[in-house]
């Protein structure tokens, strides 16, 4: 079974700052998905960034940038020149490609961003 | 376009006591997932259904947790009776299909406290 480890339960960073949250996975498939999704205190969960296995560039959205390592089977997030709004909780998934079955998430990390 | 709605968005009862919850989807999304939130977790599926077909329902407690999908759209996800493990955020969450390009959508959940 695939498990997913967030080994950083809390994180803070001072606004305008960069910092990077990890991620390690455990699998033995080659084609899978790893996400990062973003929980603020409304609880909705917000898709952050996704990366396929396949590819070995990493994700980029804006400020958001991954270090995809597959050998290691490590996925960090990391978010640059920080805001008060990326204050959440941040989820790390996996998810099977060719597969319906839904994600496995982390435990997650709780980002605080200080003024 | 409307987001997933999910109601109650806060229920309280009684341990033995029963609760339903509803998830709308959104429109066109085929694909539709229940995930128990317990405190400081990450979401845990309990149930995805493929129109108002049931793909996954490997981590549903069966003996207490039931739902169902009428005409492939609407969902509840009914506890009777409940414990006090059961004390949680359920989020409901759809999307177009099983692809990894097809992103899941999220309610903002219903946090559940048994007393």
């Known amino acids: 079974a695939q498990t997913v480890t967030q080994s950083q339960p809390e994180m803070s960073v001072q606004e305008a700052e960069t910092v990077t949250l990890s991620c390690t996975y455990d699998?033995?498939?080659?084609?899978?998905?790893l996400f990062w999704y973003k929980q603020p205190p409304s609880r909705q969960m917000i898709l952050v960034i996704r990366?396929?296995?396949?590819?070995?560039q990493n994700a980029t959205e804006n400020r958001f940038s991954v270090n995809f390592q597959k050998a290691a089977k490590s996925f960090s997030l990391k978010i640059s020149d920080s805001q008060l709004g990326d204050a959440a909780m941040y989820f790390c998934?996996?998810?099977?490609?060719?597969?319906?079955?839904?994600?496995?998430f982390g435990s997650g990390t709780q980002l605080t961003v200080l003024p | 376009e409307a987001g997933v709605a999910q109601s109650p968005r806060y229920k309280i009862i009684e341990k033995r006591q029963s609760v339903a919850f509803w998830c709308n989807p959104i429109?066109?999304?085929?694909?539709l997932y229940w995930y128990q939130q317990i405190l400081g977790q990450g979401p845990k599926l309990l149930i995805q259904?493929?129109?108002?077909?049931?793909?996954?329902d490997s981590q549903l407690p069966k003996d207490r947790f039931s739902a169902e999908r009428l005409k492939g759209v609407d969902s509840t996800l009914k506890i009777q009776p409940a414990k006090l493990e059961d004390s949680a955020v359920y989020l409901c969450?759809?999307?177009?299909?099983?692809?990894?390009?097809?992103?899941?959508?999220f309610g903002d959940g219903t946090r559940l406290s048994i007393l």
């Open positions: 969450a759809s999307s177009f299909g099983v692809r990894p390009n097809q992103p899941q959508h």
């Open positions: 990366q396929e296995a396949y590819k070995q």
């Open positions: 998934a996996y998810k099977k490609d060719g597969s319906a079955r839904q994600l496995t």
């Open positions: 259904f493929q129109n108002n077909g049931v793909v996954d």
């Open positions: 699998t033995s498939e080659s084609d899978y998905y």
């Open positions: 429109s066109g999304h085929a694909t």
